[in-house]
Every structure is written in C-alpha cells, then in structure tokens.
T-cell receptor, first 115, second 113 residues
C-alpha cells in the first residue's frame, strides 16, 4: 500500500510570510496527525483528526496555525504569519483507529526554515 | 504528567558492538511502549512495541523489555551494523478519549565500519 505522502519536502520563507503543507494519509486510515519536530526534540502533537473532525488541537498555536481535513482524507496545515521559532520539520502521520493502541505511519516530513 | 526520557546522543559505536539506549517513562496506568526509528531522509517507522508488563518486543535483532517496576523500556542489540545508523525514539501511548503518543527526544546512533 502507498505510504503517507507529504509536500513540499522543503520550504524556506521569511518571517511573517505564510506557508502551507499538504498530507495524504494511507488509504482507509481514519486518524490523521500533524506533529512538529524541532531540531533535537521529539515530535510534538499539533492536531489530531478523526475523519474530518478535530479530536485534539490543544497544542496548536491557533493565532497563527490552522489545519483542515476536508472530506476526511487529505489535510492541509497552514502557518500565517510565520515566526523564526516555527523552523522545524512538520510530520504527518496516520493510523487506522484512534481507539486502539496501534502503529503510527509517518510521512517523510516537510522541513520549514524561517529566516 | 505523562513523559518519556531517553538517553542523549549521539552514540557512536564500532560495527558489531553491543548497543543499549535507555528509556524511562512516567505514566498513569500501564501504557503500551514503542521504539520508532528514523533513517536518514526518511520518516519515523515502528521498530518494536510491547503492550504489557514483562512483554519483550523484538525486530531486526533489536529487543526491548517492558519493565513495570523500573518504568523502563531500554533498547538493545547484540551486534550493531553500519545500516543501523539512525535516530531512535522511545514513545508511550496514553488514553484521553483517543490514544495519544508521547515521544522522547530521540537518540542518534552512528555505527562506524
């Protein structure tokens, strides 16, 4: 089966600009996650979707970050305006069922550099 | 709150050396425990897992045992290869409605030929 697809792989922007990342999860996976991975740290959950509904966005900086998962399939994460501290790798992951302690399947990530 | 602590890297070993990467956790109850690996240029992928106390997860020569008494899940391999060079993440899962993962900071392993 095809894995989790993310784009773009790399993005360089200046502070106060905007950026959007796209993710297409594994077919049939109901749950989609966006993680932020700052250099030297572990992935931190930003938002979790179950189908097209938000399950957890408690750590999403809502003044600048937004995410949507229309139709319960692919998802877009947007940052506007970007800050220097947003430089990180943005990981998308999916899983079959959020009510079972199963495996997360990750994409290769989108590396953002904010200058 | 729930957390995962793993040893800092980088860890540099010669090929065929023994590997241990320490991981301890704090959690309410008895979470499932995981090791994920991230090879250069790739996404994280599951290496092994254990779902209850005293379970041993194993894969690709790696092993880790769920130790409830010490709240640990140390990763071991008897003889590392250059191809094992990667970043290793310990994680546990907890429930808050749905299952959520907490990841450690990752340990970079470099194996020299």
């Amino acid at each position: 089966e095809a894995g989790v697809a993310q784009s773009p792989r790399y993005k360089i922007i200046e502070k106060r600009q905007s950026v959007a990342f796209w993710c297409n999860p594994i077919s049939g996976h109901a749950t989609l996650y966006w993680y932020q991975q700052i250099l030297g740290q572990g992935p931190k959950l930003l938002i979790q979707f179950q189908n097209n509904g938000v399950v957890d966005d408690s750590q999403l900086p809502k003044d600048r970050f937004s995410a949507e998962r229309l139709k319960g399939v692919d998802s877009t994460l947007k940052i506007q305006p970007a800050k220097l501290e947003d430089s990180a790798v943005y990981l998308c992951a999916s899983s079959r069922n959020p009510f079972e302690p199963g495996e997360l399947f990750f994409g290769e990530g989108s590396r953002l550099t904010v200058l | 709150g729930d957390s995962v602590t793993q040893m800092e890297g980088p860890v540099t070993l010669s090929e065929e050396a023994f590997l241990t990467i320490n991981c301890t956790y704090t959690a309410t109850g008895y979470p499932s425990l995981f090791w994920y690996v991230q090879y250069p240029g790739e996404g994280l992928q599951l290496l092994l897992k254990a779902t209850k106390a005293d379970d041993k997860g194993s894969n690709k020569g790696f092993e880790a045992t769920y130790r409830k008494e010490t709240t640990s899940f140390h990763l071991e391999k008897g003889s590392v290869q250059v191809s094992d060079s990667a970043v290793y993440f310990c994680a546990h899962i907890f429930t808050s409605g749905t299952y959520k993962y907490i990841f450690g900071t990752g340990t970079r392993l470099k194996v020299l030929a």
